[in-house]
């Protein structure tokens, strides 16, 4: 009965490979994010996603590109793989307002990908 | 752009001592959360903090706001060492038009028996 799921747990790949994360929440929730948490623990928003509205964080390269077949799944997909993407990365998601208002919500993480990029 | 602050980074503490973790923000917002990652782990949310004064507690841990001074603290009481974990605060701020949660480096904390 985990609230928020991510497959693989671990990934080790090549440069210049392809690469996607999945993520699943299975409590009801309308937003779904994904973070990026570097070797220094930093953590920093990546994506917002609520009801086929995408919000991006300007830093993030466009080879990361979000996709939501439902409202229950928002998966990871990483073109061209470079070293500095190695990272853990986790999926959150929450209940409430979203975007343009303020959250009154926690978000629920889940466990975390760990990326390796050789 | 919102920076967010906080201090110590790293915090070594005897058991049964008592200790505060800040978080200072640079600009107006009156949400504020408290999360805990054990190493290896996920993000656990411990505390939301949705207005000046807010006070919350829970077990050794209690978490104030203060929207005026953009200040939040985690105060730990006569600690043990289950609280060993890293404690992140992040703001809900929006940046760039949207609001997004903006995360403190996190503090880690290190309970020695």
């Known amino acids: 009965d985990t609230a928020v799921s991510q497959t693989p747990k671990y990934l080790v790949t090549q440069m210049g490979n392809d690469k996607s994360i999945k993520c699943e929440q299975n409590l009801g929730h309308d937003t779904m994010y994904w973070y990026k948490q570097d070797s220094k623990k930093f953590l920093k928003i990546m994506f917002s996603y609520n009801n086929k509205e995408l919000i991006i964080n300007e830093t993030v390269p466009n080879r990361f590109s979000p996709k939501s077949p439902d409202k229950a799944h928002l998966n990871l997909h990483i073109n061209s793989l470079e070293l500095g993407d190695s990272a853990v990365y986790f999926c959150?998601?929450?209940?409430?307002?979203?975007?343009?208002?303020?959250?009154?919500?926690?978000?629920?993480f889940g466990p975390g990908t760990r990326l390796l990029v050789l | 752009e919102l920076k967010v602050e906080q201090n110590p980074l790293f915090l070594s503490m005897q058991e049964g001592k008592n200790y505060t973790i800040y978080c200072n923000y640079s600009?107006?917002?009156?949400?504020l959360y408290w999360y805990r990652q054990d190493p290896g782990k996920s993000l656990e949310s411990l505390f939301v903090?949705?207005?000046?004064?807010a006070v919350k507690q829970e077990g050794r841990l209690m978490a104030s706001l203060d929207t005026k001074a953009r200040l939040s603290t985690l105060h730990i009481t006569a600690a043990v060492h289950d609280l060993s974990a890293t404690y992140f605060c992040?703001?809900?701020?929006?940046?760039?038009?949207?609001?997004?949660?903006?995360f403190g480096k996190g503090t880690k904390l290190s309970v020695i028996p």
């Open positions: 992040a703001v809900d701020y929006p940046g760039a038009g949207s609001y997004q949660l903006t």
């Open positions: 903090l949705l207005s000046n004064g």
């Open positions: 959150a998601s929450s209940q409430g307002a979203f975007g343009y208002q303020p959250s009154l919500e926690t978000q629920y």
């Open positions: 600009t107006t917002s009156d949400r």
